[in-house]
Every structure is written in C-alpha cells, then in structure tokens.
C-alpha cells in the first residue's frame, strides 16, 4: 500500500481487525519512510456496478461518494461515524444485493434519502435540498410541508 504523506511503496501493516459488521477489514498501517500513520479498510467487491447518471453517462459505483454525500448531510449534527459507517453500509449492501451490474443514480439517491430520513431530520432535508436541486427558500418550506403530510398518513 503506497503511504499517502510521502508516495512510499513500502508500508507496514501494524494492527488489523474486523469493521462494519464483519463485512471488512481496518489495518493500521505506518510507513517505513516518513513513519507516517493511516487507516486503511479493505472490503469485498462481488462486482463493479455502473451507475447511470440523469444524462445517461455511465460511472462505477464508488461507496465513498455516498460517504461524502452523508457526511456533508449530516455536518455538525449529532450522529457519531459509527452511524455514518453502518447508513453507507447498508446502502451498499442494497445496491450490491439488487442483483444488477447497472443501477440509476436515482435508485441510489432515493436509498441515501430513506437512510437520512431514519438517522436525522436535519441531514435527510440537506440532503434533499441538493438532489432535488431547491433553488429558492420556498423549495424547503414545500418540502419539509409534503413530508409532513406523508408522516402523517404513514401513521
């Protein structure tokens, strides 16, 4: 594994264990160069998921954009990265689990979506806020209102 700080070939396991529900594994790593420290989790990979864009373009399915998404979501807000780890996880585990080599960027907005809205309020409303592209204070205010409506009818 090359180190991040310096570019080194050589860096040397010091630790590993079992994360994410036993789904991967966290390594401890210290460079034998610059003696800098980082974290690294290896995880399987059943098979490389193209996702499609609303402009039809093709990517590969990385696990980290949706860690990046949640996370700015939830910036500030009371959930620890243990949370965050087992919400992404469990989006993972949908598109892995759903059988197809594509899937449309929708699908997994509307999995990030139903996630946030179980976690926190505040991140599932930020999140929104992007994806559904709210150009104006009253796109919130609509928002939050149906959601409220559809509370109220799920109980």
Do not use: H, W
Not at 28 to 44: A, H, L
Not at 99 to 117: C, F, H, P, W, Y
Not at 135 to 151: C, S
């Amino acid at each position: 594994m090359r180190c991040p700080f310096c570019g080194a070939e050589e860096t040397a396991v010091k630790d590993s264990r079992p994360a994410e529900e036993r789904n991967a594994v966290r390594r401890r790593r210290n460079c034998n160069m610059c003696g800098g420290r980082f974290t690294t989790f290896e995880r399987v990979q059943l098979r490389e998921i193209m996702v499609i864009k609303r402009d039809g373009k093709r990517t590969v399915f990385e696990r980290e954009k949706i860690l990046r998404a949640v996370k700015l979501a939830l910036r500030k807000r009371p959930v620890n990265a243990d949370e965050i780890e087992q919400l992404v996880s469990g989006i993972v585990r949908q598109v892995e689990s759903g059988g197809e080599n594509e899937i449309n960027s929708r699908a997994i907005g509307d999995m990030v979506m139903q996630a946030l809205k179980r976690v926190d309020p505040v991140g599932y409303v930020r999140y929104a806020s992007v994806y559904r592209d709210f150009t104006d204070p009253g796109d919130f205010a609509n928002f939050i209102e149906e959601n409220a409506l559809e509370d109220k009818v799920e109980e």
